[in-house]
């Protein structure tokens, strides 16, 4: 078995890092077809990839139309910070500063407070030179080397 994860291709995240969105998309309908309903927690991956591709292809509207329908989804569990900054990267490449923070502050809350992958996340790029988002990052290097002082 472990073979067999080891010898597959890239998946549909690595594909809509990468913004292979040709590649992204087809995979993306493939598993709605096998799981047209959404549900748990494939599913809520699948509407996660789904909203990103719609982002990254300027189908904001489309995109953020597939949030609610995932937040109620979202596991109550230690995995949920990994969906709540999906959610701040579909409002982020819309530039919608307010939303974005808002899930990246709840990102935080949830036990995400990686300031390094903020800093580089070039799907928060739009939302940059906002001022509020500057006083996030500023926060967030502080907290960050705050635990790099202390645990070393």
Known sequence: MNQRLLIRGPDIRYYLEKRMLKEAEPLIEQAYVKNPEGTWPEGTWLRLYRGLLLALQGKHIEAQAEVPRIIDKIPRNKTSHHYTYDLARIYALDGKNEEALKW????????????????????????????????????MKTRWEGYGREFG
């Open 104 to 139: 990246l502050r709840k990102t935080v809350n949830e036990g995400f407070p990686c300031y390094p992958l903020f800093a580089r996340d070039s799907f928060l790029d739009p939302i940059r030179k906002d001022p509020a988002f500057i006083q996030f990052m500023t926060e």
